[in-house]
């Protein structure tokens, strides 16, 4: 399964969030974004407790990560 997760960072911590984001193995893209979130992460995962794992204990536990929203894709 596939999901976007929108991401909002403290100030200043922006571009070295994303670095970590791409390096995780379950993120398969992550980018900088202007607008109500700094970051978009795209996340392949298992099934719907794998991606809840990931969130858990790796994505929301970088430092700097302030909230998260995640959308899960319908269709690959």
């Known amino acids: ?3 976007f997760i ?3 960072i403290r100030t200043g911590e922006i571009p070295e969030v994303v670095r970590q984001l791409q390096q995780v193995e379950a993120v398969t893209e ?3 974004t202007f607008g109500p979130y700094d970051a978009v992460a795209v996340v392949s995962a298992n099934d719907i ?3 809840g794992r990931i969130m858990s204990t790796i994505i929301q536990p970088i430092p700097g990560v302030l909230d ?3 959308c ?3 269709d690959e």
Do not use: E, N, Q, R
């Open 1 to 3: 399964m596939k999901a």
């Open 49 to 51: 407790s794998h991606l």
């Open 72 to 74: 899960i894709a319908v």
């Open 30 to 32: 992550a980018y900088i």
């Open 6 to 8: 929108m991401i909002d």
């Open 68 to 70: 998260t929203l995640t």
